[in-house]
C-alpha cells in the first residue's frame, strides 16, 4: 500500500502531466503572464461548463467573494447574512468591506445554511445573503432564492468547495453550483476539486451589467489602460494557473465521480457503526436519499465529513495520526468564538448545531487517487477505534 494523503496532487499530475508541461512550457515561450491567451481559452472553456455567460477569473476565492460584493454596489453598513460553520474567508471579506457580517446556524446533515435560521436573522438592513456549499454540496438553493427575492436580497454563492456538482429544482431542471444566485465565486486552490498550482479563482454571473463592473474591478478599475472607471483591486489569475486549470477542466467530472466512489466506499464501511454519522447527499430528485446516488451529481465531496457521536473525536484524530493516516478538523472553531469575529450579539443558543459540529466532526482523506487497499486500511481502522 503506497502512502496515504489527505490530497494526493502528485499521483494526480503524473496522470496529466505531459499535457500540463506543454501547457505551461507555451505560456513560458510566449512570456504572456498576465491575461494571455490561456486565460482567455479556460474562462471560455469553464463558461461553456459551467453553462454561465460570463466567467471573470481572478487571483484567489477571498479576492472573488470580495470582488463580488464591491460589484454589488454593498455598502458600510449593510448587513450580510452567512454561516457561522465554514472557513474564515466568507465572514473576513464582509468585515473588510465594513460590511456587517450576520452568523446564523447549519443544517445538522447537510452542513449547509438553515433556512429557518436565515429567516429569522434577516433585518431592514439585510442587503446580501451568501451560502456556503459546504464540503461539496450545494445549500438549499431554491428556498434562499425565494427568501431573497420576497426581501429584495442579493446572493452570492460561496462555491470554493462545490465546483462541478449540480442543483436539482423541484421542477427537475438543474444548474451548475455557483451559477444560480446573482454572482457565484469559487477558489483555484490547489486541493480543490479543480485546482491550479498555486493560488487562482473566478467570479461567474449571468448578469452582463454586473459582469462588465466585476471585469473593471479586478484589474484596477479599468477597462482603457490607465482610464480607471472604478474602485478597483489588483486581482488577476496568471497565465501559468489558467493553463494547469485548462488542462484539468475536461477531467473535472471525472474527478468528482472517483470522489464519489471513495465516499461510498466510506459510507458503506460505516454504515454499521452506530457511533458514526457518515455524510448525506440530498437533492430534489425523487431517487436522491441519504445514500450517494449513482445517477445524482448532488455533491462533489471536496472533503468527506463524518461525526463521532461518542466523544472520542480528538482521541480518533491522534489514533490516525498515529497509524499514518492524515486526517482534519474542520472547523475546530465556529467563527462566532473567533477574536476577529466575536460580536455580543450572537447568544450560544443559535448556535446549537454548529457548537456540536465542531465537538464532532473528522475529515478523512479525500482525493482522486485513492485506492481500494488505502481505503479498506483507513475504515478498518477507523472501525476498530470506534465501537
Do not use: W
Not at 52 to 66: E, F, M, R, S, Y
Not at 228 to 239: E, F, K, P
Request: proline share 4%.
Amino acid at each position: 500500500m503506497k502512502k496515504i494523503q489527505m490530497v494526493d496532487l502528485q499521483s494526480q499530475y503524473q496522470k496529466i502531466k505531459d499535457v500540463v508541461n506543454t501547457s505551461i512550457d507555451e505560456v513560458l515561450n510566449s512570456s504572456a503572464y498576465i491575461n494571455g491567451p490561456y486565460v482567455k481559452e479556460f474562462q471560455a472553456d469553464l463558461e461553456k461548463y459551467l453553462g454561465v455567460k460570463h466567467v471573470i477569473p481572478c487571483a484567489n476565492g477571498t479576492d472573488a467573494l470580495q470582488i463580488a460584493m464591491m460589484g454589488l454596489g454593498l455598502a458600510p453598513g449593510d448587513e450580510v447574512i452567512t454561516v457561522d460553520f465554514t472557513f474564515a474567508a466568507t465572514v473576513e471579506v464582509i468585515g473588510l468591506l465594513q460590511l456587517t457580517p450576520v452568523l446564523v446556524d447549519v443544517e445538522p446533515d447537510t452542513f449547509n445554511i438553515d433556512i429557518n435560521a436565515l429567516k429569522k436573522a434577516i433585518t431592514p438592513k439585510t442587503k446580501a445573503i451568501v451560502p456556503v456549499h459546504l464540503f461539496g454540496q450545494c445549500a438549499n438553493m431554491e428556498a434562499i432564492l425565494a427568501i431573497a427575492k420576497e426581501h429584495n436580497l442579493f446572493v452570492i454563492e460561496d462555491n470554493a468547495q462545490a465546483i462541478g456538482a449540480d442543483y436539482t429544482f423541484k421542477d427537475g431542471t438543474s444548474k451548475k453550483a455557483g451559477t444560480i444566485g446573482d454572482v457565484g465565486t469559487t477558489s483555484f486552490f490547489p486541493s480543490k476539486n479543480l485546482g491550479c498550482y498555486g493560488d487562482g479563482g473566478a467570479i461567474f454571473t449571468n448578469n452582463d451589467e454586473l459582469a462588465h463592473t466585476l471585469r473593471g474591478i479586478v484589474n484596477h478599475g479599468m477597462y482603457k489602460r490607465y482610464y480607471h472607471d472604478v474602485v478597483g483591486v489588483n486581482s488577476r489569475l496568471d497565465s501559468i494557473q489558467a493553463a494547469v486549470l485548462k488542462a484539468k477542466l475536461p477531467h473535472l467530472d471525472t474527478y468528482c465521480q472517483a470522489r464519489r466512489n471513495a465516499a461510498r466506499y466510506y459510507n458503506n464501511a460505516f454504515v454499521n457503526n452506530p457511533n458514526i454519522i457518515t455524510p448525506v447527499a440530498k437533492s430534489n430528485k425523487k431517487n436522491c436519499s441519504t445514500s450517494i446516488c449513482d445517477n445524482c451529481n448532488c455533491h462533489v465531496f471536496h472533503q468527506y465529513t463524518l461525526q463521532i457521536t461518542n466523544g472520542k473525536r480528538d482521541e480518533l484524530h491522534q489514533h490516525l495520526l498515529d497509524n499514518n493516516i492524515p486526517n482534519a478538523i474542520y472547523y475546530p472553531v465556529p467563527l462566532h468564538k473567533q477574536k476577529a469575529y466575536a460580536d455580543k450579539r450572537y447568544k450560544e443558543d443559535d448556535f446549537k448545531v454548529t457548537n456540536k459540529l465542531v465537538e464532532t466532526v473528522i475529515s478523512l482523506p479525500m482525493h482522486t487517487e485513492l485506492e481500494e487497499d488505502q481505503l479498506a486500511f483507513i475504515t478498518k481502522t477507523i472501525n476498530d477505534f470506534i465501537k
